[in-house]
């Protein structure tokens, strides 16, 4: 069964701290990954996925496929950067699995 | 550009009682189709998953049931509501592509009493 872990539901940082939300998959085969975010009163939106190696907002994200990690982190949180996080593997032709879910909360 | 609404955003229904959430998708043409809960301390649970008209994934069993009547409209219903299907619905889609991301709705607030 497909299975997707966000060990912390909540994650609280002050600003200007490192921040690394959590995550492990476990599935059979090479799921593709993504983030995802909701801000406070937004819709669930994409922040970054692992095949386009990008820098979101300051996010990345390292996929370990011996660990089946594929951790967020950012060097610097900002408080605008306080928002719910979804890890999100994508199986079987567009077929997303999402985490729990971390709530991050940056301190001023 | 393409837009997906869905609605009502909120809902209230009585145990027993049917239901019927809508979600359509504009500016696109043969989209994937995603009906999720999102339930508190449990992440957003993929319900069913369509790839075509008439073609519908149940991802688990359930009191639910969903339908793709056009190739744009997504219909999750139930013909008699149970206390347990209270919850937050997110409509989504995404390219048939792979590696494309799922845009989402506003979703709904169902509380069954």
């Known amino acids: 069964a497909q299975r997707v872990t966000q060990p912390e539901k909540l994650l609280s940082v002050f600003k200007g701290a490192p921040v690394e939300l959590k995550c492990n998959y476990s599935?059979?085969?090479?799921?593709?990954l993504f983030w995802y975010v909701q801000y406070s009163r937004q819709r669930l939106q994409l922040l970054l996925r692992?095949?386009s190696r990008e820098s979101i907002k300051g996010f990345t994200a390292d996929l370990n496929k011996g660990e089946t990690s594929f951790h967020l982190k950012k060097p610097f949180a900002q408080e605008e950067d306080s928002a719910m996080y979804y890890c999100a593997p994508s199986y079987n032709f567009n077929k997303f699995y999402f985490g729990s879910g971390t709530k991050l909360n940056v301190k001023p | 550009s393409q837009t997906i609404h869905q609605w009502p955003a909120t809902l209230v229904q009585p145990v027993g009682s049917p239901l019927s959430l809508e979600c359509t998708v504009e500016g696109t043409s043969n989209p994937n189709l995603y009906w999720y809960r999102q339930a508190a301390g449990r992440g957003l649970q993929l319900l069913f998953y369509s790839v075509g008209i008439g073609q519908i994934s149940s991802e688990v069993p359930q009191n639910l049931s969903a339908s793709r009547p056009q190739d744009r409209q997504f219909i999750l219903s139930s013909k008699k509501l149970l206390l347990s299907d209270s919850g937050f619905y997110l409509c989504a889609w995404s390219f048939r592509d792979s590696n494309t991301e799922a845009f989402f709705g506003q979703g709904t607030r169902l509380t069954v009493v």
């Open positions: 692992h095949i």
């Open positions: 599935y059979s085969g090479s799921p593709e």
